[in-house]
């Protein structure tokens, strides 16, 4: 993972130019290369060795800055083969399920490939991550996503296989497993197996049938502890002078994450302890 992502702008790398309505364009420089919009055109060379932070005009007299892109800005930018999770939910699964340097982590269901950004970034180039995907085109996409990102081959410490987990997973002593698909409570027992003590389970869903389904398989399981499920809710605020509010836009459900941690062999958790039914006292 040895793409720069700091210095001045070289040939190669992939660049966001936001205009004054912050409409963002992403380019990647080449020494001849020229971006044309309606506006005007910005030949590359104007961006070839400047420091990030930039401003650069177009013909036309518009004002571009320009930065390296984000890792949010690439992920809802790139080309899909699948729907992505969104950055809000991939920072979540990343902290929450503490995703670490040097960690060994399973994803099923790859999509376009903007979580394996995520996690590839967080185990860093002494962990490992395994991307599981059905769909050889999906595979496809992400794989060339992944790749682009990060401007080298990934062999060194990502793998892609294309097939089932269930049916196609060889791993053990896994420190982390995301599943984001339709049916993860399928997956569960297969997660158990691969997992180490103290391992994390989390599991990406979209609706409340399948978030229940997937607490219960969890729990019925008997390898993991009791299954917390959350969504995240992001809300950007306008702030102008004394003109501070809530912006009228959010980004609101897109899904729910579930997540638990694998007891250790041969160890059940402890049962759970319930409210009796028909009162609301504290146990």
């Not at 036309?60 to 892109?69: E, I, K, M």
Request: glycine content about 10%; overall charge negative; hydrophobic content about 40%.
């Amino acid at each position: 993972m040895g793409f720069r992502r700091h210095g001045p702008f070289r040939a190669g790398d992939q660049v966001q130019l936001t205009d004054p309505k912050n409409k963002r364009h992403t380019i990647t420089l080449k020494e001849d290369g020229v971006f044309h919009t309606h506006k005007g055109a910005i030949p590359h060379s104007d961006l070839i060795g400047q420091p990030e932070g930039s401003v650069v005009r177009s013909s036309g007299g518009t004002q571009y800055l320009a930065f390296r892109h984000l890792l949010q800005d690439y992920t809802l930018a790139m080309p899909r083969g699948a729907a992505v999770i969104y950055p809000k939910d991939a920072s979540m699964i990343v902290g929450m399920a503490d995703v670490f340097p040097g960690a060994r982590v399973i994803e099923a269901g790859v999509g376009s490939g903007a979580l394996t950004c995520f996690l590839l970034r967080a185990v860093g180039p002494e962990g490992h991550v395994t991307s599981y995907e059905r769909r050889e085109e999906f595979a496809d996409v992400a794989r060339k996503n992944v790749e682009k990102f990060y401007g080298d081959p990934m062999d060194d410490n990502w793998r892609l296989v294309v097939g089932d987990l269930v049916a196609s997973i060889d791993e053990v002593d896994v420190d982390r497993i995301i599943l984001d698909m339709l049916a993860p409570w399928e997956c569960v027992d297969a997660a158990a197996k691969a997992l180490t003590p103290g391992g994390v389970i989390c599991c990406y869903v979209a609706t409340t049938t399948q978030m229940s389904k997937t607490v219960e398989a969890i729990r019925d399981h008997g390898c993991f502890t009791e299954p917390h499920a959350w969504e995240t809710l992001v809300r950007d605020w306008h702030v102008e002078g004394l003109a501070v509010r809530p912006d009228h836009r959010m980004i609101g459900h897109t899904g729910f994450l579930v997540s638990a941690r694998r007891m250790a062999d041969g160890v059940a958790p402890p049962p759970r302890r319930r409210r009796p039914k028909g009162t609301t006292e504290e146990l």
